[in-house]
T-cell receptor, first 116, second 113 residues
Framework: KAGVTQTPRYLIKTRGQQVTLSCSPISGHRSVSWYQQTPGQGLQFLFEYFSETQRNKGNFPGRFSGRQFSNSRSEMNVSTLELGDSALYLCASSLGGAGRLGYEQYFGPGTRLTVT | AQTVTQSQPEMSVQEAETVTLSCTYD???????LFWYKQPPSRQMILVIRQEAYKQQNATENRFSVNFQKAAKSFSLKISDSQLGDTAMYFC??????????FGTGTRLTIIP
């Protein structure tokens, strides 16, 4: 089975711009979660999508949004980029569904976003 | 809100030795999962081991085992016969009723040849 893929792997943007990151989960996985990883704040949960619906949300401003398509692929959008948005953005997929608390999350390689 | 604390930012150990990484967490919940994830340099994060809070028995996966002390809210990871490939950042994580995965700040482990 192919793993979680994320595109692009690297991105450089300017303050004020917007960016869209993409995540393709493992085949059969219906849950996709997004995380932001920075040296200062560590790994922080952004949001989770399951069957095209946002099921959970972290404490990030509304500039961060996402969506999930019927094939479970997910996109994350950040508008009006700030310097502090520079980070590694990780996507993780899991089966989701009933009894999902202990399900393993499979992580993608991440998208390294640099905001200048 | 749940918090996860890893008090050892960095550790190093000789190859073939045993090393223990510490993790404590804070929660008022009874039903939750704890995880150890490994993030090798420039590689993807992978699950090392998981523990369900209701299970008394400590989880074991080959050379990796945990010491889960529920009352003390402690969840340490022991790596036996350490190998060069174990060099990585190790993150302790908690998932409770809100189903959000909360990570600790990580421990950078270096295995010395």
């Amino acid at each position: 089975k192919a793993g979680v893929t994320q595109t692009p792997r690297y991105l450089i943007k300017t303050r004020g711009q917007q960016v869209t990151l993409s995540c393709s989960p493992i085949s059969g996985h219906r849950s996709v979660s997004w995380y932001q990883q920075t040296p200062g704040q560590g790994l922080q949960f952004l949001f989770e999508y399951f069957s095209e619906t946002q099921r959970n949300k972290g404490n990030f401003p509304g500039r961060f949004s996402g969506r999930q398509f019927s094939n479970s692929r997910s996109e994350m959008n950040v508008s009006t980029l700030e310097l502090g948005d520079s980070a590694l953005y990780l996507c993780a997929s899991s089966l989701g569904g009933a009894g999902r608390l202990g399900y393993e999350q499979y992580f993608g390689p991440g998208t390294r976003l640099t905001v200048t | 809100a749940q918090t996860v604390t890893q008090s050892q930012p960095e550790m190093s150990v000789q190859e073939a030795e045993t090393v223990t990484l510490s993790c404590t967490y804070d929660t008022s919940e009874n039903n939750y999962y704890l995880f150890w994830y490994k993030q090798p340099p420039s590689r993807q994060m992978i699950l090392v081991i998981r523990q369900e809070a209701y299970k008394q028995q400590n989880a074991t996966e080959n050379r990796f085992s945990v010491n889960f002390q529920k009352a003390a809210k402690s969840f340490s990871l022991k790596i036996s016969d350490s190998q060069l490939g174990d060099t990585a950042m190790y993150f302790c994580a908690f998932k409770g009723g809100n189903e959000k995965l909360t990570f600790g700040t990580g421990t950078r482990l270096t295995i010395i040849p």
